[in-house]
């Protein structure tokens, strides 16, 4: 990864390479939504999402080439330094929400457990897992951007720079994995999450958090202003059935796939429709993950849709199967 | 790689060879592309002059939505402006709601659409299906004209399926005016029959023409194309596809995929005669007369259709409204679209005779235009539009299910003898060639 440096002329295309479905390994396709970098405007580019019409994962195609990454992801993304200072009161709430989910995937984990956050960011979870979890747990993580591990550094964190694959840990190495909004942002999600179950003790788990390609607001607003899509950098949006094709790519057991509530994407998802169709700023900026009113609105909203089923956003459980298992197969 | 490691020979590098040589690539399977001429992009090839116009073979706007699948957005502009009008005696219609504000095409159409609720039978002629379709009125006045000028045949000549891309839901059409007043885009209606049609999908165009999304494939496959290497002979053993003939030198090919007019095709094929019936299809030939003029060029709208005898032509196009970047400042470019044949009066004048003739013939549409026409440049073509002509129409239907030859693909507009535009071509052709892939084995992983 270069440095980080100030974005190059914004009109100037990206380099973009064509790309097959990862699951597939063929390009049948449909078009799904066509939009633009509507939260930061690295690029002037128009980006195509499609869905693969053999498994119905939906992807980014063409999508920006690897040494894109610096430019894709600019200096003020929001993964890289999620303040209180910035967010507030917002940041109050998802801290203690958070908390409550983090160590409810924690349940039987043994005292002394290794734990290792996929694609961290500013290392948000495991400060939060640093300070409700158990005394004999370790931490580590591991993310690509060196501005994301600085950020993590800040607060104390230990994280790796690089890629999982680069993080040289011999097999058997941890006893639970996150991947939390992460695996949307992967090139390669099949390859990583290999590595991952090569890297989980028999019998650990991976959990993964990802948008819900199947939810109400990707079907209303899917067209274009979707807030998952998240133009350029969700290169892949999974629904239940895909995510679990992956796990079985992966040689993972699926434990259990659901669909929690999430504000996020309603938000952004109107956020864009706005800016993009010329709405006031003045309205525009009410839906932000700084606007605690849309938030809580939304988060309501996507409650009763979560408890059907059809929430914003997809959480995967998926085991490493036992040594048994291993010998018996 | 597909198992018998031959490559497969596509005829031709327009948009339709081109995708689908990426397509090929990008699965693993070996491809040559073989061009007869010097350059690429077929049909879709521009041309810019010393003063700064750029002409086309017709104006072949795309949306946002090719542009982002080619990657080629960055180089495309918005189109500012577009919409339809038809000229009928002596007014102005906006097509399609000023047409249907007129009470006397309402009347005919409503009076046809009860008297259909008694007598219901299934139109045999693109002249009955418009009638039935818009009401005698409208379709006497204003399709059938227009039809028979592109098509160079009497609409009762022509097959019922010349209508079935025109077919469209008001309730959708009303939709997205609606999104493209409120977004200022020029959404696009009716452009493209293979994708659902959406608000969020608008006209586009490259900066340098419409060229320069057949160079972003062909940078996929640079290395695979052969120019100015006319392929002479498609090769065809026991029903399949076995190779070309190029240059006197028989390749071997895995399979062939054309993009040649479909009675060259026809011509093409040795070792069967199933594509024998192919050779009685045929093509509208047309000259596009691109005029230049000072100022505006006072035009109600970017497309205008011109029915009936009044004028040679039957669409006049503004280029300067819908893609100013096109023309230089201060000036217009109208392209007039004449439908003809091959040696006839209007395809053997002289460009300058044509030029005038458009010019003072638009005078009714915009008065004393011919002081402000600077000059024209002509292009013409053997192949504009595929005529469905009835006699042939069951051989038509046929073809369109497949070519009959194993390993044989025919594609893009030429090549489907039908009449769609870039982004149908596109994605027809992607679908057209994975099947095509699956039955290589060619799926890698």
């Known amino acids: ?329 | 790689m597909n198992r018998s490691g031959k490559p497969v020979a596509i005829v031709g590098a327009g948009l339709a060879g081109l995708t689908a040589a990426t397509m090929l690539r990008r699965h693993g399977i070996l491809v040559r592309v073989f061009k007869a001429g010097k350059y690429i992009a077929g049909l879709a090839r521009s041309e810019r002059d010393a003063d700064g116009f750029t002409y086309d073979f017709g104006a072949h706007f795309i949306t946002n939505r090719l542009a982002a699948a080619v990657g080629c957005s960055t180089e495309c502009r918005d189109m500012p402006r577009y919409g339809e009008t038809v000229w009928l005696r002596g007014r102005t219609y906006s097509y399609p709601f000023g047409l249907m504000r007129s009470p006397r095409f309402v009347l005919s159409a409503l009076a046809t659409k009860a008297k259909a609720l008694l007598r219901r039978r299934p139109p045999a002629t693109a002249a009955d299906w418009y009638r039935a379709q818009y009401g005698t009125k409208l379709a006497n006045d204003v399709a059938i004209p227009i039809t028979e000028a592109w098509s160079g045949a009497p609409a009762e000549e022509l097959a019922a399926s010349v209508g079935e891309k025109f077919a469209t839901s008001l309730p959708r059409t009303l939709m997205l005016k609606a999104a493209a007043r409120i977004t200022g885009r020029t959404v696009a209606i009716g452009y493209c029959g293979t994708l659902p049609e959406s608000p969020h999908v608008w006209h586009v165009y490259p900066e340098g023409g419409v060229g320069a999304i057949c160079e972003r494939l062909a940078d996929e496959v640079r290395e695979d194309i052969r120019t100015e290497l006319p392929v002479e002979a498609i090769l065809v053993e026991n029903d399949h596809a076995v190779g070309v003939r190029v240059a006197g030198q028989v390749i071997e090919a895995a399979a062939v995929i054309s993009t040649a007019p479909v009675h060259v095709l026809a011509k093409l094929v040795r070792g069967t005669d199933r594509l024998a019936p192919l050779a009685r299809f045929r093509y509208r030939p047309m000259v596009f007369v691109n005029l230049r003029i000072a100022g505006p060029s006072g035009l109600p709208d970017v497309v205008n259709w011109t029915p009936g005898p009044d004028f040679p032509f039957f669409r006049l196009s503004d280029i300067g409204a819908g893609l100013p970047w096109l023309v230089p400042p201060g000036m217009s470019q109208v392209t007039a679209d004449i439908g003809c044949q091959v040696g006839d009066e209007i395809w053997s004048m002289a460009d300058e005779d044509l030029g005038r003739l458009c010019a003072n013939k638009m005078e009714r549409i915009v008065p004393k235009l011919s002081a402000r026409y600077l000059g024209c440049r002509v292009m013409r073509t053997p192949l504009a539009y595929p005529v469905y002509r009835s006699e042939y129409e069951d051989d038509r239907r046929g073809f369109v299910a497949g070519t009959g030859v194993g390993g044989l693909l025919s594609v893009g507009r030429n090549g489907e003898f039908m009449h769609i535009l870039m982004e149908d071509v596109f994605w027809r052709t992607r679908r057209k060639v994975l099947e095509l892939i699956e039955s290589l084995g060619g799926e890698s992983s």
């Open chain 1, 1 to 329: 990864m270069p440095p980080a440096t100030e974005s190059p002329a914004a009109d100037s295309g990206l380099r973009l390479v064509p790309v097959l479905c990862c699951l597939c390994g063929v390009e049948d396709v449909d078009p799904v939504g066509v939009g633009e970098d509507f939260e930061y405007r690295t690029s002037r580019d128009t980006f195509l999402a499609i869905r693969c019409r053999r498994c119905g994962l939906v992807f980014l195609n063409p999508r920006p080439a690897d040494d894109e990454a610096g430019r894709i992801y600019p200096d003020h993304y929001h993964a890289f330094d999620f303040q209180p200072v910035a967010f507030g009161f917002v940041y109050r709430v998802r801290h203690r929400l958070e908390a409550r989910r983090l160590l409810g995937w924690c349940r039987g984990l043994p005292p002394d457990a290794r734990i290792l956050d996929v694609g961290c960011g500013d290392g948000f979870h495991l400060r939060l897992l640093r300070d409700c979890g158990q005394p004999g747990w370790t931490y580590e993580g591991v993310d690509s951007d060196a501005r994301a591990v600085a950020g993590a550094g800040k607060a104390g964190i230990k994280v790796h720079h690089g890629k999982v694959e680069e993080l040289g840990r011999s097999a058997d190495s941890y006893h639970l994995v996150l991947m939390i909004m992460t695996i949307e942002h992967l090139a390669d999600p099949v390859g990583v999450l290999r590595e991952v179950r090569r890297l989980l003790v028999p019998g650990g788990r991976v959990v993964i958090v990802t948008d819900n390609a199947a939810s109400p607001d990707f079907r209303i607003f899917g067209g274009r202003h979707w807030g998952g899509y998240h133009f350029p950098r969700h290169f892949h949006l999974f629904n239940r059935g895909t995510l679990a094709k992956l796990a079985a790519a992966a040689d993972l057991n699926v434990e259990r796939i659901i669909t929690p509530f999430s504000p996020v994407n309603w938000v952004y998802s109107i956020r864009n429709w706005l800016d993009d169709w010329g709405a006031p700023r003045l309205l525009v900026n009410r839906f932000s993950l700084k606007s605690a009113p849309a938030l809580a609105f939304f988060t309501l909203f996507d409650l009763p849709l979560a408890l059907l089923g059809r929430g914003a956003i997809l959480r995967g459980t998926f085991r490493r199967p036992s040594a048994d298992a291993e010998v018996a197969k």
